[in-house]
């Protein structure tokens, strides 16, 4: 699904992030990206995103190179994203009059479209607020919701693409921390529900046990080294509470320690 | 602002007015209802025809003045690189008070409403220019990164965000330099034409020592400034109607 085959980044007039870096995915898997500030876990999601390109390297998102965003990867960022000018509904419709916008715009060879789908209704919308359980904020402005509905909204907008990939950076950390396990809860059942491939950033360690199958450990900038935590157990139901839940924990804290 | 406040506040300058005349007693100052009834007088016998002519020279301006603008201020604001070559020229003409062109307009593009037009939009243009360019240079990159993950290129990024997060800052702009657009029309009127309602103020009222004609003339122009306000005021608030949410 994923892979990311030696690349090498840096930001202008700064030492690398990444330097001869390799890691991969499979489909559906859920993975969570865990490191101090700085060390390029936000970098490595615009990489894959197509926000920003590796001076070396290749990385390929189902098979494809990713020259530019394209509308099967759903991003959700810290905040939000959403624009202030447009009720919960038109944010989220924002997807559906892009994809009508673009709706006679043809890409030529096997390329997949990089373009919003143009057969997105108004009823996927309404379905989407209803799973997200914000169908009754949809005449407010984001000013007018709290965090927790807002990162929900950008979630229902992500997911109506039906994107195979979905990439969130530090989605929940404005969040209160009861707003924060409800938000993370609703991830795991709507990764089990739609099979999406999960990547989030985190630098968070109980968030990145509780979401991640796989924790991909990053250091101190350059990363070339890869080094990831399996985490089978993450999204079954009162994983919490047991006692492996609690051990990986600190196994991965071990290992941030040692990074 | 509600319609009821607006009416008061009529009502009590109307008041101050008729109280002011009475005191004075003056002949250089009647009161409202001697106005009133030259303005009903005046209106068909040719101050209506200059309420119109200056009114289009307004709305001209202001149609010129947005339609070049703000697509000016979205260039700029997207591109770092050329707002570095563009903005010490903003920065100097931005200032300067425009109305001092005034004469050298009239040389290049005559007396008729050209130089008009022209010199109402070169007062209106800056204002938006400099707005549009910063609201959309003021963007957070997060909204730009999510819109584009979503699949826009750059023609949606210009239709779903910079030009809906740039209107209402156009607008407000435009609200804000009306009332300096219409002194400028009213100090161009003032002479060399002969329409308009500074013509009619200065020239046809004010110079027969016409006292009640030259105050409908200065209502008038009053009238106009204030329905251009309002009416960008409520553009605004329909456009806008998130910046609005805590007035209601």
């Known amino acids: 699904m994923i892979s990311v085959d030696r690349i090498t980044f840096a930001y202008p007039e700064q030492p690398p992030v990444f330097r001869d870096f390799t890691w991969k ?6 993975w969570a990206v865990i490191g101090p500030s700085g060390c390029g876990k936000s970098t490595l999601l615009y990489l894959i995103a197509g926000l920003r390109q590796p001076a070396g390297g290749q990385i390929l998102v189902d098979g494809q190179p990713a020259p530019r965003p394209r509308a099967s990867t759903g991003l959700v960022l810290q905040d939000y994203g959403l624009l202030p000018w447009a009720t919960v509904w038109d944010n989220v419709a924002l997807v559906m009059h892009m994809g009508r916008f673009y709706r006679n715009k043809h890409t030529e060879g096997d390329a997949p479209r990089p373009y919003p789908r143009s057969d997105i209704t108004s009823a996927q919308i309404e379905h989407w607020l209803n799973r997200l359980g914000i169908a009754d904020l949809k005449e407010k402005y984001p000013n007018q919701i709290s965090g927790g509905q807002r990162q929900r909204t950008a979630i229902a907008r992500s997911l109506l693409q039906q994107p195979n990939l979905l990439l969130m950076d530090e989605p929940f950390s404005s969040l209160d921390a009861l707003t924060r396990e409800d938000l993370q809860r609703l991830t795991v059942e709507l990764r089990q529900e739609t099979g999406v491939t999960t990547l989030i950033v985190t630098h968070n360690i109980e968030e990145a046990v509780y979401l ?5 450990v990053l250091g101190r900038a350059p990363n070339t080294e890869t080094r990831i935590i399996a985490n089978p157990g993450a999204g079954s139901p009162g994983f919490r509470s047991q006692p492996v839940y609690a051990q990986k924990c600190t196994e991965l804290r071990d290992a941030l320690a040692a990074a | 602002m509600r319609r009821r406040d607006v009416l008061l506040a009529t009502v009590i300058l109307l008041l101050v007015w008729q109280l002011l005349a009475w005191l004075l007693r003056l002949e250089v100052l009647p009161g409202p209802a001697a106005v009133g009834q030259a303005l009903a007088r005046e209106i068909p016998r040719g101050l209506g025809r200059h309420f119109l002519v200056s009114g289009w020279r307004v709305v001209a ?7 070049l603008a703000v697509p000016a201020g979205l260039i700029l604001g997207q591109s770092a690189r050329l707002n570095r070559l563009v903005s010490p020229i903003v920065y100097i003409l931005h ?5 001092v062109f005034l004469p050298i307009l009239l040389l290049f593009l005559g007396i008729g409403d050209t130089s008009k037009v022209f010199m ?8 938006i ?3 549009v360019r910063d609201q959309a240079g003021a963007l957070r990159p997060e909204l730009i990164y999510s819109v584009r993950s979503l699949g826009a290129g750059r023609r949606a990024l210009f239709r779903f965000v910079y030009l809906p997060a740039t209107v209402p800052a156009a607008l407000t702009a435009l609200r804000v330099s009306i009332g300096t657009a219409v002194a400028v029309l009213f100090f161009a009127e003032s002479f060399a034409t002969t329409s308009g309602l500074g013509y009619y103020i200065i020239v046809e009222s004010w110079g027969r020592l016409a006292y009640p004609e030259m105050y409908a003339g200065v209502v008038a122009m009053s009238a106009l400034g204030l329905l251009l306000y309002v009416v960008v005021d409520r553009l605004e608030r329909r456009m806008a109607p998130w910046m609005f949410l805590r007035d209601t």
């Open chain 2, 61 to 67: 301006s202001i149609a010129v003045a947005t339609l």
């Open chain 1, 25 to 30: 995915s499979a489909a559906s898997a859920a």
């Open chain 2, 95 to 99: 200032p300067i008070p425009k109305i």
């Open chain 1, 212 to 216: 991640g199958q796989c924790i991909l």
């Open chain 2, 120 to 127: 109402i939009f070169l007062i209106l243009f800056f204002p």
């Open chain 2, 129 to 131: 220019l400099v707005v």
